[in-house]
């Protein structure tokens, strides 16, 4: 059940205000008013309105001025204009600057509360979409590409490449190194980011079900299909379609699945017209297809078809310089415990590990580490035992040097330049980080 309107009426006649508030009261409304905003129009006494009932013809100021102020609000109110005989031109005038809608005096009161409801309506409406859009916003931050590292950088650039034509991609990755997330990165940057981007796991949908997502199915196709229903392809069509662990789907379907992205055609199971689609293809898989073609597990064809375009996401151990930047990644996306920074020996020992579950992994060690790390500097020792006990061999080749110095500048930036605050956030001495800021030559 919607709140009920907070209404604003501004009406220089006192007895015609006071029948209005009575009137808006009795409908559970509630109401405040006055003859006018003061002489310099302060729409902060409208704070807590959703909708104004504003007579045109005031004596000490014009009713379209007072519109003018408020539609320049940063988020207006609705305004429901009252008019007099002869001032309809007024009006429409009021409609052209924003207002919701007008009514002519004398009206029934009834027509009013109509009126007023439907412009809370759109009121509410338009909160709904403001937030909607706020959370996609922060879903989209979420979704960031977050990297620090040139082999990923190259990845990119060449996602934007294959993101302009219209051959199908295969993408490769061991599980966890963020597939999904490049795959979207491909449709946003191709020709049509506004339309669909559909997501399907091949290896999480029962084989028996996999076909009726992808392909739909009509009202008695099968036990159970009780209404038509379109597929995964029919929900994408002028977008993207994305089948992730491709590998896993059965060989049966594989032959249908080609067919499709041969032809751009398909039928629903149980459907007798043949339904035309346009969309890109991407898929992915953290197995060796050609190898699953080899022992009969995959069809050649289908391999030769989605594999037209390929790209291969690195390793997080392949990326160490990404795991300081991931780790402030996840730090700032935790917020109440964004507070908190990983101390130089932590991220230390963190680049060490071998992240078999790659950035999957090192996120929930990041959000648990947090959770659990009992100060506001998190520490070596408060990184789980088996990140500490399970470090990677050979990465003690790698250039840890240029990782310590990325964090070091990071966390130098977001202290503002200020080495106390930056020594405290990275648990160190400030002399130490003195020492560090002249070896690696960091100039702030």
């Not at 043949?274 to 064809?301: H, M, P, Y």
């Not at 110095?405 to 966390?411: A, C, G, N, Q, Y």
Request: charged share 25%.
């Amino acid at each position: 059940m919607s709140p009920a309107p907070h209404v604003f009426i501004i009406e220089d006649d006192r007895n015609f205000r006071d029948i209005l508030e009575n009137e808006l009261r009795d409908e559970g409304m509630a109401v405040r008013s006055a003859e006018g905003l003061g002489r310099e129009s302060d729409t902060h006494s409208l704070d807590g309105c959703d909708v104004l009932l504003l007579d045109l013809n005031l004596p000490d100021a014009s009713g379209l001025d007072i519109l003018r102020k408020v539609s320049s609000m940063s988020f207006p109110i609705e305004v429901v204009i009252m008019t007099g005989h002869g001032t309809v031109a007024s009006a429409v005038e009021a409609m052209r600057l924003g207002a919701y809608d007008f009514i002519e005096k004398p009206f029934k009161i009834e027509e009013l509360k109509a009126i007023i409801r439907k412009a809370h309506e759109k009121r509410l409406l338009r909160a709904e979409n403001v937030s909607l859009k706020a959370q996609i916003r922060m879903q989209n931050e979420s979704r960031r590409i977050v990297t620090a590292s040139p082999i990923m950088d190259e990845v990119l650039a060449n996602a934007a490449k294959l993101a302009s034509s219209p051959l199908p991609v295969l993408i490769y990755g061991e599980s966890g190194t963020g597939k999904e997330l490049i795959a979207r990165a491909i449709h946003e940057w191709g020709p049509s980011p506004e339309k669909a981007f559909i997501a399907i796991n091949c290896g999480a949908i029962p084989s028996s079900m996999l076909e009726s997502e992808l392909f739909g199915h009509e009202k008695g196709a099968f036990t159970g299909a009780v209404q038509k229903k379109p597929g995964m392809l029919e929900l994408a069509n002028e977008g993207t379609l994305f089948l992730d662990e491709i590998a896993e789907m059965p060989m049966e379907l594989q032959s249908k699945l080609l067919r499709a992205i041969e032809e751009n055609s398909f039928f629903r199971l149980g459907g007798t017209r043949e339904i035309k689609v346009s969309l890109k293809f991407l898929s992915a898989t953290n197995r060796d297809l050609q190898a699953d073609v080899a022992a009969g597990r995959f069809r050649a064809d289908l391999y030769y078809r989605i594999g037209a375009l390929s790209l291969r996401i690195p390793p997080l151990r392949e990326r160490p310089l990404d795991i300081p930047v991931l780790v402030e990644h996840f730090r700032q996306m935790d917020p109440a415990h964004k507070h908190k920074a990983f101390s130089g020996g932590a991220i230390d020992a963190l680049c060490r590990y071998g992240w078999p579950g790659n950035i999957r992994e090192l996120k929930n060690v990041v959000q648990r580490t947090l959770l659990l790390s009992p100060g506001d500097v998190v520490n070596r020792d408060d990184l789980p035992a088996d990140i500490l006990g399970g470090a990677n061999e050979e990465s003690e080749g790698l250039k840890l040097s240029d990782v310590e110095k990325t964090h070091i500048i990071k966390v130098l930036r977001e202290s503002g330049g200020h080495r106390g605050r930056a020594a405290i956030a990275l648990g160190i001495d400030p002399k130490t980080l003195y020492r560090k800021i002249i070896q690696y030559g960091i100039k702030m």
